[in-house]
């Protein structure tokens, strides 16, 4: 593992930790509005799959740090979405 790699891991690391933040202190407390522990956890799940599933293979052209984080984003934003509005 090399330094470009490190970098790479602790940026959707970063991402997911930020978006549970943001679930749990953004729209929990300072809003108001309750989220649930599966939504709270959801930034974290997809970074769980980042790390389990990253193999090579067919599909490596796709399967990069950066989509990743954009699909954290996304899932933060989803489960922001569910929460204000379910």
Known sequence: MDLADVREDLIVA?????GAVV???G???L???P???PARLAPLVVYFAYLFTRKGGPYA????PRNWTVLVVLV???AAAYAVFV
Request: net charge negative.
């Open 31 to 33: 809003a108001g509005i």
């Open 76 to 78: 933060t934003v989803g």
């Open 14 to 18: 970063g991402t997911a930790a930020l």
């Open 27 to 29: 729209v929990d407390l």
């Open 61 to 64: 052209a796709v399967d990069t």
């Open 23 to 25: 679930l749990a202190v």
């Open 35 to 37: 989220v649930s522990t």
